[in-house]
């Protein structure tokens, strides 16, 4: 888990696989170690970069099956307080943890913020604008 925690999401630099909620499930048998993966997003486009750094980062500990798990859901709600955090490093508004919760400019710390678009940089993210300090900022979308 520890090596698992520097995979970072190729599109959210700085946060961890493990931060973002997306290992299901870690177990060792005899035929070696099983990883179940939780996809943020379906057709997130970069799964199969983030199981390549997965295979990278445990490649000498044994035999390895590395599988994205599709019989549960991803929710927002599993990104860690960690995560969180380094969300807001990076200049990206956390998800909300109810769904009255204000929208926080991650550059000001203000609520006062308006939605401009649906859409973001990426799947995952929604544009935000701060009526503050005047800065649009990105989302984590809550799923
Ligand atoms: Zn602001």
């Excluded at 000001?108 to 503050?132: D, V, W």
């Amino acid at each position: 888990m520890a090596r698992l925690g520097t995979v970072m999401d190729p599109e959210l630099p700085g946060v961890s696989i493990v931060d973002l909620g997306m290992v299901d499930d870690i177990r060792l048998d005899e035929h070696g170690i099983h990883v179940g993966l939780l996809p943020t997003f379906l057709g997130c486009p970069a799964l199969d970069l983030i199981r390549h750094h997965v295979e990278l980062a445990l490649k000498d500990a044994g035999p390895l099956d590395v599988q994205w798990v599709h019989h549960q859901t991803w929710s927002s709600a599993r990104i860690t307080q960690d995560g969180r955090q380094a969300l807001l490093a990076w200049g990206i508004s956390e998800p909300a943890q109810g769904s009255q919760d204000p929208v926080t400019c991650p550059f000001c710390g203000s609520t006062q913020t308006r939605s401009i678009s649906r859409f973001g940089r990426t799947l995952c993210q929604q544009l935000y604008y701060c009526e503050n300090c005047s800065q649009p900022f990105d989302r984590f979308k809550t799923v």
